[in-house]
């Protein structure tokens, strides 16, 4: 896994060399250890950014680790929760899955860049008015989806809401009101 | 996840050049949600990931030309061909098959090529705990052959793994004659969908006929007249974002309510993307709903079950007399 992003490639701590991995003992071979490394530019919620960073950091790490953008949430880390769900080029992606090395010249949104405390989000204030979480892990990418499924055609009927909105879980399954919220907030965004 | 080298050629000849400089130990990297998922896991080791990103503005585009033969970037999102109003006029079954696949966020991401060559979701493949998986560690033996199979295949299996192919697209190209045109350290060729992944046979680590190196610039999709006719069924273990347990893409040109031409897919069932010729051979030249149950048992003659796969067959089955009969029931709109 890919934790310890914060610190600089090269202050990290040298890897074992020869860890045995899997059941049949195999040995893991010897790696040199090299942390290649890549500087990646982009901006997110209208800041410019240029980090450098081992390759094998995604979207979602990067954000929260050394942005400090820690409102957009890891659940799995494989793709499977939308948790992690942000915009790039305006488009929902899942972070967890995106590597970060892979952003060049691209526009990025997270949960932070929507809103803001004095004028929400019209989305946003549907779920507090359709009472869309219990727990609140999954709500900004919830946000994110639902944002993205209004803006694309998504938001017809509570079915075909229910369908786009599906790639994003909710452990605590306030689905019901969720999709109310959408369907709300659809006749009230402008953008 | 093991440390990896990160290259972003701008020419799929400089692409070429790298994954064949590096043997197998390159991979090519579009969306990332089969390789970067599967890196992660240490299932998938990649020493290099040649992104091909910024090959997308010329590999993208779709278009048909003038012998009706339409082409798919292969480099387009699962999003854009899904939307893309040709496909939902000429191909509605490609367009189903993918409004059905994974979830909005993941159609963003993913792209035609990678789609096409995801990997099977057998647990013993991704979980690097297990000893036995002859497709990541050749001849350790296949820990569901010996055990206990979850979603495994009933069709195209061998005694050296039954995981099954688990995308909804192939099978629906596989079926419709497409083919991919691929480049390579060797040129160009064109390697039809049916026949690109691989029965597992003794070597289920070969996935694919691709060459290291070897990159899928588009799918090309031949015309025939029962494109238009095109549907897909599939059956999973909620209503969405799920693999299929079985699905089914059935095209058919009717006249005067009699099959003239069928094409029959299957998915979710079998080891790689499956064509079924056998159900379409009972099609031809019968009312398709009076014939459905033969194409049906047809299809499934040569399964081979056990007690925990025995549900597949009759999924399988299920799937493609609903999609049969989905396709009769469809409004056909003229030119
Ligand atoms: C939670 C989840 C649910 C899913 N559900 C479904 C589903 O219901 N139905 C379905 O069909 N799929 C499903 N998928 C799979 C998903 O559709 C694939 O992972 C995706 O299509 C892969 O495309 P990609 O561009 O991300 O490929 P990548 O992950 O970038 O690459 C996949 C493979 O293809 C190779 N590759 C990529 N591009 C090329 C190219 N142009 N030429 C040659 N080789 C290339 C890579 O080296 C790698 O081996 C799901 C995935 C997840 C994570
Ligand atoms: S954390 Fe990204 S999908 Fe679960
Ligand atoms: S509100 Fe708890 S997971 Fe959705």
Known sequence: MNDGHSLAPESRPAMTAARPLRADGESREAVPDIRPTVTTRFAVNGRFHAVEHDVRVTLLDLLRERLGLTGTKKGCDHGQCGAC???????AVLSCLTLAASLEDVVVTTIEGVGSPE???PMQQAFIDHDALQCGYCTPGQIMAAIAC????GARDASSVREWMSGTLCRCAAYPQIASAVLDAAGKMVD | ??????SRPRTPEEAIDLLVGAGGAAMPLFGGTTLLDLAKLEVLTPARLVDLRALRPDYRAISRDSDGIISIGGLATMAEVARHPLLRREVPAIVAALDQAASPQLRNMASIAGNVLQRTRCPYYRDISWSRCNRRIPGSGCQALAGIATSHAVLGTSDACMASYPGDLAPVLAALE????????GGRRSVPIDGLHRLPGATPQCETVLAPGELILAVRVPHFACLKRSTFVKLRNRAAYEFAEASAMVALDLEGGVVRDARVGLGGVATVPWRSRAAEARLVGMRPVDAAMDAANAAFREAVVRSDTAYKVEMGKRALVAAIRQAVAMDIADD
């Open chain 1, 85 to 91: 769900t942000v915009h790039v080029n305006g488009e």
């Open chain 1, 119 to 121: 004028k929400l989000h």
């Open chain 1, 150 to 153: 209004v803006r694309d055609g």
């Open chain 2, 1 to 6: 996840m093991r440390p990896v080298a990160y």
């Open chain 2, 178 to 185: 497409a083919s991919a045109v691929v480049m390579g350290g």
